[in-house]
Structures are given as structure tokens and as C-alpha cells.
């Protein structure tokens, strides 16, 4: 098993900066790829970005990408989302989710937090 804990969220005005943190505990040494998503009031749980450690690759949705950074310590059991210039459109809950290998489909990830709320005001 594997827990995952986020932290970082709050409010912020319109054009501002967010570090969201993702801390993974237990047997970490079976998950490879770790990811971000979201989701807003009334709409569906949607892929922000994620991490393949293994290989060092990061994917990102259109909507965060050159705003948001993704990324891993060296032990590859803390997760950031840098989040820049955010927008009231990225007003959410972001939950961090770990499996084996990273992918955008959140159908496929194993294990979740329980969130992190973003409030980004006007």
C-alpha cells in the first residue's frame, strides 16, 4: 500500500503562485509515475500533469502547460506542482495519485489523496 499526502492549497488573487506537495509513504518502491489532477465544482476529475521517474519524463494538459511545473525529489516520494500565474478557471481541488508507470488516464492510478483546495479569486 501506498498513502499519499497533499499539501499547499489555498487562496491566492488571479496571477498568482502556488506550491502544491505530495508526500508518499509506505511501499513507494512500486510506484514509478505520480500525478496531479483536478477537480472543479460539477465537473469530472480531469489529468493536470505527471511524472514518470524512471525516465524522467513529464506530461502536462494544454490548459497548465508554461504555467505549471511538475516535479520530483531525489528519493521520488515528494511530489511538487509548481503552479504560476494561475487563473480563476484553475480553482479546484487537486489530488495527488501514484502507480506503477505514469500515464494521463486517471482510471488507471492505483492509489489517491484526499485533496488539496485552490481557490484562485478574480
Known amino acids: 500500500q501506498v498513502q499519499l499526502v497533499e499539501s499547499g492549497g489555498g487562496l491566492v488573487q488571479a496571477g498568482g503562485s502556488l506550491r502544491l506537495s505530495c508526500a508518499a509513504s509506505?511501499?513507494?518502491?512500486?510506484?514509478?509515475?505520480m500525478g496531479w489532477f483536478r477537480q472543479a465544482p460539477g465537473k469530472e476529475r480531469e489529468f493536470v500533469a505527471a511524472?514518470?521517474?524512471?525516465?524522467?519524463?513529464?506530461y502536462y494538459a494544454d490548459f497548465v502547460m508554461g504555467r505549471f511545473t511538475i516535479s520530483r525529489d531525489n528519493a521520488g516520494n515528494i511530489l511538487a506542482l509548481q503552479m504560476d500565474s494561475l487563473k480563476p478557471e484553475d480553482t479546484a481541488v487537486y489530488y495527488c495519485?501514484?502507480?506503477?508507470?505514469?500515464?494521463?488516464?486517471?482510471?488507471?492510478?492505483?492509489?489517491w489523496g484526499q485533496g488539496t483546495r485552490v481557490t484562485v479569486s478574480p
Open positions: 495519485a501514484a502507480r506503477s508507470t505514469a500515464t494521463r488516464d486517471k482510471s488507471q492510478y492505483d492509489y
Open positions: 509506505g511501499h513507494t518502491s512500486s510506484i514509478d509515475g
Open positions: 511524472e514518470s521517474r524512471a525516465g524522467g519524463i513529464s
